[in-house]
Nanobody
Framework: LQLVESGGGLVQAGGSLRLSCTAA??????????IAWFRQAPGKGREGVSCISASGGHTNYADFVKGRFIISRDNTKNMMYLQMNNLKPEDTAVYYCAAVPDRFYSGSLESVEYDFWGQGTQVTVSS
C-alpha cells in the first residue's frame, strides 16, 4: 500500500490549507485502515499530528494543533483530509499521511504504529 498526499503549499500566518491523502492505486480501498498525519520540520524528528479510525468514529490530536486542525475522511471517495486553520510559522514542515489496518489502531500518534506511508507534501507558513 502506497499513499499519496496533496494540498501543501505556501500560506501566510493565520491562513488555511487542506491536505488530502489517498491510495496511490485507485483500486485499493482504505476504508479498513486507520489514517494518521505526521509532520517533520527541518532538523527535527517526525511528530504525530492527528489520527482517525477507519470509520471516523475516533480521532486524536496532538496538543499543538487542537482547536486549529481537523482530521476527516470520506470513505466513499477513498479520501482522507487534514484541514489546517490558523496556521503558524512553526507549522512549517513536510506533512505525511500514514495508514495501519484498523484492527491494529490504538489512537496512537507514534510513527512506529503505522505501516504504510506517503512521500509527503510541503507546507510552508510565512510570518
Amino acid at each position: 500500500l502506497q499513499l499519496v498526499e496533496s494540498g501543501g503549499g505556501l500560506v501566510q500566518a493565520g491562513g488555511s490549507l487542506r491536505l488530502s491523502c489517498t491510495a496511490a492505486k485507485a483500486t485499493f480501498a482504505l476504508d479498513n485502515h486507520a489514517i494518521a498525519w505526521f509532520r517533520q520540520a527541518p532538523g527535527k524528528g517526525r511528530e504525530g499530528v492527528s489520527c482517525i479510525s477507519a470509520s471516523g468514529g475516533h480521532t486524536n490530536y496532538a496538543d499543538f494543533v487542537k482547536g486549529r486542525f481537523i482530521i476527516s475522511r470520506d470513505n466513499t471517495k477513498n479520501m482522507m483530509y487534514l484541514q489546517m486553520n490558523n496556521l503558524k510559522p512553526e507549522d512549517t514542515a513536510v506533512y505525511y499521511c500514514a495508514a495501519v489496518p484498523d484492527r491494529f489502531y490504538s489512537g496512537s500518534l507514534e510513527s512506529v504504529e503505522y505501516d504504510f506511508w506517503g512521500q509527503g507534501t510541503q507546507v510552508t507558513v510565512s510570518s
